[in-house]
């Protein structure tokens, strides 16, 4: 059953206009009143309008009232959760391994929730065709795109991952049409990444953004728009744990819905690598 409506509002509310917000925050309090209401009731008990709703579901991505109403009505079947939880000085290591696992799966089922499967049809769509798709990132988001290209390659894929932000000018400058960028900002503000994507939209490269859910300078700047969960990071946490892992996990998803795409190329490629490295490691 489809969920996430009630953590795509908690996600978005800070960043909405204010007939929309309250919209939001009359939802996030009164969760169980949606499912048996229409737009305008929403709106006459938000003290704001109909048209107010509708501009909501669209802030949020959503395929209008209905799909928030599914989505919630997923959110309240759903067991209570215990939420993310930072370390405290002086924990223990089975409590740092308990919160660390149970932060873990938090931030990859969130992130699940904020799938947007036509996105992420169009992402795969193209991805495959790309003569070369150039993954940019700095700091933590860095390592995303390697594995991004890591795993594109042995798929005999072209694809590079620069953290040189003149090197990937030069490669967006000389870019052709079936190349693209993708651009990796967990909070879709790093400057670095906006200017590179400002850069591939003049040029008219396609891009594709993997940032936190919401609106960002880095994601209005992208053709498709793939998203991860965001909660409130604690100290630890902002240091790209949870957040690394649900980057990681969109990145396996394309990765894997590509390779189902082109099943019997895939498998023919990775053995191929596979034997290469045996190769290398072995000698034969």
Request: aromatic share 6%; charged share 20%; glycine share 6%.
């Amino acid at each position: 059953m489809a969920a996430g409506g009630l953590k795509m509002i908690q996600n978005m509310v800070e960043q909405l206009p204010a007939s929309e917000r309250k919209i939001a925050e009359f939802i996030l309090e009164n969760p169980q009143s949606v499912l048996n209401s229409t737009v305008n009731d929403i709106g006459i008990q938000a003290n704001t309008s109909g048209a107010a709703v509708i501009r909501l579901c669209k802030s949020l991505g959503l395929n209008g009232f209905q799909d928030l109403k599914v989505r919630i009505a997923g959110d309240l079947v759903k067991p209570v959760e215990q939420g993310y939880r930072d370390i405290e000085p002086g924990e223990s290591f089975y409590t740092i391994v308990q919160k660390t696992t149970s932060n873990s799966i938090q931030s990859i089922r969130d992130t699940e929730e904020m799938i947007n499967y036509d996105e992420l049809e169009r992402a795969v769509h193209t991805l495959l065709p790309a003569q070369n798709v150039h993954f940019f990132g700095i700091g933590a988001s860095s390592i995303i795109a390697k594995d991004a290209q890591q795993k594109l390659l042995r798929i005999h894929k072209n694809a590079t991952a620069f953290t040189d932000t003149h090197l990937v000018a030069t490669l967006i400058a000389n870019a052709s049409k079936d190349d693209v960028l993708f651009g990796i900002s967990h909070s879709g503000e790093t400057p670095e990444v906006i200017k590179v994507m400002a850069l591939a939209k003049e040029r008219g490269v396609k891009t594709i953004s993997l940032t936190k859910y919401g609106q960002s300078a880095v994601a209005s700047l992208a053709d498709i728009k793939l998203f991860t969960a965001y909660s409130g990071e604690a100290p630890f946490r902002s240091a790209a744990t949870s957040s690394r892992l649900s980057q990681l996990y969109l990145i396996d998803i394309l990765f894997l819905a590509m390779a189902t795409v082109q099943y019997e190329e895939t498998i023919h490629t990775i053995d191929k690598t596979r034997e290469a490295i045996r190769f290398i490691k072995q000698g034969k």
